[in-house]
């Protein structure tokens, strides 16, 4: 019986999966392990490289030249973004595990990214 939840566990995550992610983010479902004995699932997620937050903040029209010249992002705010994009991600999939629990046998979810 509990051999069964192990491995309903992952494919039931991946059909809940509502969200919608931009393209670059992962491309595979997410990897999940049922664990009985703490009532926990674990879920292995291949994160998203820092790329898919673009460099350009804007674009800037030079009316001279008949040009267009981008604006660079600041790194940190792009660094900052990455971090607040993956730990939405974490907790999307979190919550996506607990939705997924009909049952009521899930008490924890550990996040692998």
């Known amino acids: 019986m ?6 309903r566990v992952g494919p039931r995550l ?4 509502k969200a919608v992610y931009p ?3 992962a491309h595979r479902p997410p990897r999940a392990l049922y664990r009985p004995e703490p009532r926990v699932v674990v879920v292995d997620y291949e994160l998203p490289p820092q ?5 350009e903040q804007g674009f ?3 009316q001279r030249r008949n040009e ?3 604006v660079a992002r600041p790194v940190k705010e792009t660094k900052e973004r990455y971090a607040r994009s993956i730990a939405m991600v ?3 999939t979190i919550h996506e595990v ?12 550990t996040f692998n990214g």
């Open 2 to 7: 509990r051999e069964a939840r192990r491995r």
């Open 14 to 17: 991946g059909a809940s999966r």
């Open 23 to 25: 393209e670059g983010f």
């Open 51 to 55: 790329s898919v937050i673009p460099v």
């Open 60 to 62: 800037k029209y030079v």
């Open 68 to 70: 267009i010249h981008t």
């Open 90 to 92: 974490a907790l999307r």
């Open 98 to 109: 607990f939705a997924a629990d009909e049952a009521g046998l899930v008490e924890g979810v």
